[in-house]
C-alpha cells in the first residue's frame, strides 16, 4: 500500500489519516496552499503553513485551521509531517510525509523563480515526488521577472503619455501582489478591484509591504483615471465595471500569454507573459532536486512530463486530481475554466510538436 493514494476525496495519507488538497469535505486537510482548486471548503480541520494563515482565514472565512511554520514538524498518527516553500503564492507549502523510512513530498503548485511575496522553493529530497505540470510542455519558458517588470512599466508610462488608464488584469491571489510588488509604484496612482485588494489586505496582514492602492468602487464617479494602472481580476474583462475608466489600454499578465494564438483570443491590447507555475525548464530541474526514483504528475500537460522523465529513466505516471492549472477561484468570477478555455484546445502552432524540446 503506497503511502499516499488517490481516492475520490483527494489525495489521502492512510497511516497518517489525513487528506492533502482534497475536494471533498474530510476531517483532517493538510493544504498546499489557497487557490480554490487546493483549498475546498468544507473540511473539519485545516492545516496550512503559518506564511499563509491570513490568505487562508480570508479565503476559508469560520475554518478550523491550525498552521506550521516551514520546516517545523508534526506528528499525525505516527506519521512525520513537515511544510516546505513552494515559491508560488505567499504560504504555499510543499507537503513532506514520512513514514516507516519512506519519503513523499507533495508539491502542489509550485514555481522556481523569484518572487518577492513568498518564499522561494526549497527542494526537500524524496523517494517519491507528486508535481503539477500546468506548462509542462517545452515551449514554456520563461524570461527574467525584471525584464517583464519593466515592460509592464514602459507600457504604463506610454498609456500616460497619451491619457489612457491601464488596466491589468491579474489572478486576485499572487499575480496581482507580485505585480504590486514588483513594479515602480512611483510611474502614477495605483487602484484595485475589490477581489485584489480583499487578498492584498491578507498580504499586508502577513507583512508584506505591498505599495499604496485604493479600490476602485471608493472612487467618485467622474475621478480621472488617465495616469492610473488598474488591477482587476480576469473576470473583470468586458465587463461593464471597466466603463467608468473612459479610454483605457487592458493587458493580461499570465504564463497563457506566451503562445500567440492565446493572446489573440483574449482580444487584450497586451500579454505580459508571468506565471507563478514552473516553465518546462523549471520543473526538469525542480523534480530532479528532489532525487526522487518515482514521480506522479498531477495535473497540466502530463502526459508529454511523464514521457520526457520515462526517457530519463525516472519511473513516472499520471495521478488523474482534479487539481486545475492556472490558479482560478469561484471567488474572484475566475473560475479555472476561463482560465483554461481556449488554452488546452490548441496550445501551440499546428503542425508542430510542442514536446520536441
Ligand atoms: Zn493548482
Ligand atoms: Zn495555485
Not at 487546493?38 to 480541520?45: I, K
Not at 491570513?54 to 511544510?83: F, W
Not at 503539477?132 to 500616460?160: C, H, K, M
Request: contains cysteine; hydrophobic residues 35%; proline residues 6%.
Amino acid at each position: 500500500m503506497p503511502l499516499i493514494t488517490l481516492t475520490p476525496d483527494g489525495l489521502y495519507c492512510e497511516p497518517g489519516a489525513f487528506h492533502i488538497d482534497p475536494w471533498r469535505p474530510v476531517a483532517r486537510a493538510v493544504i498546499t496552499h489557497a487557490h480554490s482548486d487546493h483549498a475546498s471548503l468544507g473540511h473539519e480541520h485545516y492545516l496550512v503553513s503559518q506564511a499563509g494563515e491570513h490568505v487562508a482565514r480570508q479565503r476559508l472565512p469560520g475554518a478550523s485551521i491550525q498552521t506550521a511554520r516551514y520546516g517545523e514538524t508534526l506528528d499525525m498518527n505516527g506519521v512525520r509531517v513537515s511544510l516546505h516553500p513552494a515559491g508560488h503564492v505567499l504560504g504555499s507549502a510543499q507537503v513532506r510525509v514520512e513514514h516507516a523510512g519512506e519519503v513523499w513530498v507533495v508539491s502542489g503548485d509550485y514555481k522556481v523563480q523569484h518572487d518577492p511575496t513568498c518564499d522561494a522553493f526549497e527542494p526537500v529530497r524524496c523517494d517519491t515526488f507528486v508535481t503539477e505540470s500546468t506548462f509542462g510542455l517545452p515551449i514554456y519558458r520563461w524570461g527574467e521577472p525584471r525584464d517583464l517588470f519593466a515592460e509592464v512599466d514602459a507600457w504604463w508610462r506610454a498609456n500616460q503619455a497619451v491619457k489612457r488608464a491601464s488596466v491589468v488584469y491579474a489572478y486576485a491571489l499572487g499575480k496581482a501582489q507580485r505585480l504590486l510588488m514588483s513594479i515602480d509604484a512611483t510611474i502614477g496612482p495605483i487602484y484595485t478591484h475589490g477581489a485584489v485588494e480583499s487578498l492584498n489586505d491578507a498580504y499586508r496582514a502577513s507583512g508584506l509591504a505591498l505599495p499604496p492602492t485604493q479600490r476602485v468602487a471608493e472612487l467618485p464617479k467622474g475621478h480621472d483615471y488617465s495616469r492610473a494602472l488598474i488591477v482587476a481580476p480576469p473576470s473583470a474583462q468586458s465587463s461593464p465595471w471597466l466603463r467608468r475608466f473612459g479610454d483605457y489600454a487592458d493587458a493580461f499578465a499570465s504564463g497563457w500569454m506566451q503562445i500567440r494564438g492565446v493572446r489573440r483570443r483574449r482580444a487584450v491590447d497586451r500579454g505580459f507573459t508571468l506565471s507563478d507555475h514552473a516553465d518546462w525548464p523549471g520543473l526538469l530541474s525542480a523534480i530532479s532536486a528532489t532525487g526522487a526514483q518515482h514521480v506522479y504528475v498531477t495535473h497540466g500537460y502530463t502526459d508529454p512530463l511523464v514521457r520526457w522523465l520515462r526517457e530519463h529513466g525516472v519511473d513516472a505516471q499520471t495521478l488523474s486530481t482534479k487539481f486545475t492549472g492556472e490558479e482560478g477561484s469561484a471567488d474572484t468570477g475566475t473560475s479555472a475554466d476561463e482560465a483554461e478555455s481556449g488554452v488546452r484546445s490548441q496550445p501551440y502552432e499546428p503542425g508542430s510538436d510542442p514536446t520536441a524540446s
